[in-house]
């Protein structure tokens, strides 16, 4: 608790002041000392006792509260910034302007060493706002230096910024400087270091220099360029092409991207990385900057063979029913002539096709039943005449790869060089999204490219929001001819620029980005990087694939049209030569 007091100590009233200058925006603060404070504070606020059963879960439960800027006075406050460094890679809440003051537990200059011990720590390097209130025994009164790290600038970050002097006598700070003066406004030239490797339309790598500002270009590229000149920072590249997107381990290191980030090697982390859920969990997440939907070109339904051109005028169920027509008539004529079952199948099979009988029939039964199969076999003769005439002109195809249900039916297999593609549909629990998962492969980019001619499996590629591609390498020129697009999206996701936990830079992504969707810059970079370096014959394939049967030609009749007729034609007639011959054996015999 914090009590009010006729008389505060000087450190007290100093605090008061910082707290009402300063952390009226705070949801809540966190006290972290032994002894209570003694004035009145009209803010949300919660004390932890560091001597306590466990500082780390002490921080951790006022952490998920809210309670996010803190208050400390301690023996030892690097035991602090190690435990704070551990909540906030624990924690789910995040804040991008953490405030931590650090005040002495006496007023001696002994515990000057000690707190200014702070700001070399590895851990205090990702918080640009820590103030530290130091003993200052210079002077006649009580006195207490304001001092924070040098934070901005090309080098020398740890260096102790002397920002003010408070003195008791006076109760005023002697230049009235800004306590927190880190707002991530002007950086001085920091570097940032950025995590990617070469993915087309967003990181493209490698560059001449000549022709594209420092060899590098894409659409999150551009992002982080223009971020830097907001903010007045230098950009360095940290690419591992090798794992590409990588992955996050248990213990908390990783590979890639993923792996630069959670381990600190990097500030930022871009190149298509997605809104996942685990890695929610372990790093943050700016504002989403491009939308993409994931979907896979699929070998292209080819045209049908000739030998099913016959059987095309009329579906399955509809040849079923034909079937059982034929059955019924030959035992309905069979009923009609006593039992007799001579010539019942080739009468009935005749008049199914138009044919007429030589004989009217000696009774009205007969007769009725060739009545009705002629007029049957005229309206079936008709409409087949009808449907085959358009199978011949009209090219027909292959049943074509549409839908999720289609690719899972078809038991045929998707992928890319990295698993990343199933990270958003990993956790799904359809039966369906299971099985497409399981259909998902990696391969190596050149075994990629050699399957891209053997149409045994589907592409994964990305819809981008301005209507181009994200298309892997391995398709090329020739291979994409052979593909057309799904109708049917697998699922969409939102990119977003990746950053440690609680980084100090969200907050100024995120606004940056929002700038940019709201000048529509996103999009106008999206058409700007696909016209400079995307392949464009590959782009307009894929955009038109699902076009390229409308506008093929009517052609006149050709012999590969009625081939398929003949062969059954020739096989019909060898089976009947081979029924004859063995009826010719059997009666001889």
Excluded at 79 to 101: A, C, E, P, Y
Excluded at 206 to 216: A, E, I, K, Q, W
Excluded at 503 to 520: D, P
Aim: aromatic share 12%; glycine share 6%.
């Amino acid at each position: 608790m914090i009590f009010i007091k006729s008389i505060l100590t000087p450190i007290e009233i100093l605090l008061q002041t910082i707290l009402y200058r300063y952390f009226q925006s705070s949801y809540c603060i966190a006290f972290v000392s032994s002894e209570l404070f003694r004035f009145d504070y009209n803010k949300t606020f919660v004390h932890i006792d560091p001597e306590g059963r466990n500082l780390t879960n002490d921080l951790l439960e006022v952490s998920e509260m809210g309670c996010l800027d803190y208050i400390v006075r301690v023996n030892e406050p690097k035991d602090f910034i190690q435990n704070f460094d551990k909540v906030v890679h624990l924690g789910n809440t995040r804040k991008s302007d953490r405030k931590i003051v650090f005040l002495p537990e006496s007023y001696n200059i002994d515990v000057v060493g000690n707190l200014m011990e702070i700001l070399t720590m590895k851990e205090t390097t990702f918080i640009p706002n820590v103030l530290i209130v130091a003993p200052s025994t210079n002077q006649s009164c009580e006195s207490y230096d304001l001092i924070t790290h040098k934070y901005i600038g090309l080098s020398n970050h740890n260096e102790p910024l002397y920002l003010d002097l408070w003195s008791s006598c006076t109760k005023q700070f002697t230049k009235n400087n800004n306590l927190f003066p880190h707002d991530m406004s002007n950086m001085h030239g920091k570097v940032v270091k950025v995590a990617c490797f070469t993915y087309k339309p967003y990181v493209l790598l490698d560059l001449n220099s000549t022709l594209v500002p420092f060899g590098r270009d894409g659409m999150e590229i551009r992002i982080i360029e223009e971020f830097c000149r907001w903010v007045n920072c230098s950009v360095e590249i940290v690419r591992d092409d090798k794992h590409q997107w990588g992955e996050i381990y248990e213990n908390m290191t990783g590979v890639g991207v993923l792996g630069s980030l959670v381990e600190d090697r990097v500030d930022l982390g871009i190149t298509a990385l997605y809104s996942w859920y685990e890695e929610y969990l372990a790093l943050d997440f700016s504002a989403p900057c491009i939308r993409t939907g994931i979907t896979c070109i699929a070998p292209a339904p080819r045209l049908l063979a000739s030998w099913e051109t016959p059987f095309l005028p009329f579906t399955l169920y509809m040849w079923i029913a034909i079937f059982f027509t034929f059955l019924y008539a030959s035992f309905a004529l069979t009923f009609a002539q006593g039992g007799s079952t001579k010539n019942v199948f080739l009468t009935t099979f005749g008049m199914m096709i138009t044919q007429s009988q030589s004989d009217v029939g000696q009774s009205w039964r007969i007769r009725s039943i060739t009545g009705w199969l002629l007029i049957t076999g005229l309206v079936l003769d008709n409409a087949y005449g009808g449907g085959l005439a358009s199978t011949f002109t009209v090219p027909k195809y292959e049943k074509s790869i549409d839908t999720i249900k289609d690719i899972v039916d078809k038991k045929m297999e998707w992928g890319a060089t990295h698993d990343a593609w199933i990270f958003s549909l990993a956790l799904s629990q359809e039966t369906q999204i299971k099985q497409l998962v399981n259909q998902f492969k990696t391969y190596s980019f050149e075994e990629l490219e050699r399957k891209s001619y053997s149409r045994s499996m589907a592409f994964s590629i990305e819809k981008l929001p301005a209507g181009y591609y994200a298309i892997g390498e391995y398709i090329t020129e020739k291979a994409v001819l052979d593909f057309t697009i799904m109708l049917e999206d697998f699922y969409y996701e939102q990119c977003v620029v990746m950053l440690r936990k609680s980084s100090a830079y969200t907050n100024k992504m995120n606004e940056l980005i929002g700038r940019l969707h709201e000048s529509g810059l996103l999009l106008a970079w999206e058409t700007q990087v696909a016209l400079t370096h995307l392949n464009y014959q590959v782009q307009l394939e894929v955009k038109l694939s699902r076009s390229k049967k409308d506008v093929e030609k009517i052609e006149p009749l050709a012999l590969r049209h009625v081939l398929g007729v003949f062969i059954l034609y020739g096989l019909g007639i060898i089976i009947s030569i081979v029924i004859f011959i063995l009826e010719i054996i059997i009666n001889k015999n």
